[in-house]
């Protein structure tokens, strides 16, 4: 497992010719990319583009179909990811993670969660024996480091007040913040984190950035980041790879990426030839930035177009939700007026029309229950205040007959099924809550202030 040499010592991970496929589906295809010690790299895409794959498969949870994953460590060290078994891969190559869907102890406390990532240490210094817990002053010792390390996280994550609270009473975005101590309780020298920001608010995002880079610099730790909200990308990436459909389609600096037109189209779900088109009607229309004008960057940037020029609505911006590139199969919807591709890249597939496409919801009325033939009032509410939703997903959401919070707000479990089969999410919905934010949005019958984030997903 271990080798004498590594090639690049700047590199702490290189995944190389990384291949991952389910049966007939490719979700990974060839992959190649390194992570920079010290560094903070995010690994961004669209839905399904395979991000939370490449991670199970650093971390031992998939055996790649082909490819190397090599981390080398501080010490020199080198470990290939792909023959170790997940624990081992903790404890040896010193590789930790969170995952999509918080995974925290709810019923123990929030100190106890940080202890039992240390289960490893206490253990062996026990001897593994309950003598050993009671006698052995390597055990004492072991437990008052693993105490002291809970308690320096505790405090990093501003958590001490609640060490003794089950971790399943904090609010959302102090569980996410617990999850991300508990995995640095396991010492690891790469840190990967599978959306950190999902689900939090302005102010929670902006204090995990902090977090992290406070990692990165005073634990030297290099962070392997999946996320979606591009303001926590793009204010403290070091480097940023971009996937699709499970090729890499950009590699670079966060300035470099996010002006890739490949990178744009990818968000906007379009080909990449229209891109150029989109950015001369985005300058028509007085938006400076391109990259502002797309989800990548901004979410109200449509919206500002939209208000300077009724004419040329965000929707003439973003083509039609049964766009072949805009989706990839996952679970047929019947009734859905998509034409849904097997996965894979669907280049040469017929151009969309850049019209603005008109609600009808008449194929998809019988998918989601409630949804209208047009907006009330002709001026449909701004769903993208919804958390985890950007203007691709609003604009599909439209075009299926959905416009308001309060009809969000309603949705029963089978409308949320279905919107999650046709947006192509997987829990996205229950996870961000879009019910409880859409009764909010609704209650509240007023538009609030513009969150700032992205959310192309
Ligand atoms: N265990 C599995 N079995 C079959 N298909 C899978 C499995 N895990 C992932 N996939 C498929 O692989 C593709 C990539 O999924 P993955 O979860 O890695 O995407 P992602 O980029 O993390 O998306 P998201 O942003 O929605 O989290 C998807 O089409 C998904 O349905
Ligand atoms: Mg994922």
């Known amino acids: 497992m271990v080798s004498e040499v590594h090639n690049n010592p700047a590199a702490i991970l290189r995944v190389e010719r990384l291949s991952m496929k389910f049966g007939g589906l490719i979700a990974i295809n060839d992959l190649n990319f390194e992570a920079k010690r010290g560094a903070i790299t995010a690994l961004i895409g669209p839905n399904g583009a395979g991000k939370t794959t490449v991670f199970n498969c650093i971390t031992g949870f998939y055996k790649p179909t082909e490819g190397m994953l090599t981390m080398t460590r501080q010490n020199g060290e080198e470990y290939l990811l792909e023959r170790m078994a997940d624990f081992v891969i903790t404890k040896k190559a010193k590789v930790a993670r969170t995952f999509q869907n918080i995974r925290l102890f709810s019923g123990l406390t929030v100190l106890e969660n940080l202890l039992v990532a240390q289960h490893n240490p206490l253990m062996l ?43 399943g009473d ?38 995990l950035n902090k977090l992290l880079l406070d990692i990165r610099d005073e634990t030297g730790t290099s962070i392997l980041l999946i996320e979606h909200d591009m303001s926590v990308v793009m204010e403290i990436s070091d480097h940023v790879v971009v996937l699709e459909y499970g090729t890499k389609i950009s590699d670079g600096t966060p300035e470099s990426v996010k002006n890739d037109p490949k990178v744009i189209a990818a968000y906007l779900g379009v080909e990449d030839e229209e891109v150029v088109e989109l950015i001369e009607q985005a300058e028509a229309a007085g938006v400076d930035d391109i990259t502002a004008a797309v989800d990548l960057l901004s979410t109200e940037a449509l919206h500002e177009i939209e208000e300077a020029h009724p004419e040329m609505a965000p929707t003439a911006l973003i083509p039609a939700a049964g766009t072949p590139k805009a989706k990839r199969a996952r679970t047929a919807v019947a009734g ?60 599909k959401l439209n075009a299926h007959g959905i416009f308001h919070f309060d009809q969000i707000a309603a949705w029963k479990k089978a409308d949320i099924i279905a919107a999650e089969a046709y947006l192509d999410f997987d829990g996205r919905i229950a996870r961000e809550d879009w019910i409880g934010q859409a009764k909010r949005l609704a209650r509240e019958g007023r538009t609030p202030a513009p969150r700032k984030t992205g959310g192309a997903k």
């Open 170 to 207: 904090l609010p959302y975005g102090a569980q996410r913040r617990l999850e991300i101590a508990r995995a640095m309780c396991t010492d690891p020298e790469l840190l990967c984190l599978d959306e950190p920001a999902a689900g939090l608010n302005a102010r929670e995002s902006a204090e």
């Open 125 to 167: 210094s026990s001897g593994f024996t309950v003598l050993g817990l009671l006698g052995f002053p390597t055990y004492k010792k072991a437990a008052a480091d693993a105490i002291e390390k809970a308690r320096f996280w505790l405090e990093k994550i501003n958590l001490v007040d609640r060490a003794d609270d089950p971790a």
């Open 336 to 395: 859905a007026q998509t034409a849904k591709t097997a996965p894979g890249k669907s280049r040469g597939a017929p151009t969309p029309a850049r019209t603005p496409v008109k609600p009808t919801g008449a194929t998809k009325a019988g998918v989601i229950s409630n949804a209208l033939p047009e907006p009330r009032g002709g001026k449909a509410d701004k769903l993208i205040l919804i958390q985890g939703i950007g203007p691709v997903n609003e604009r």
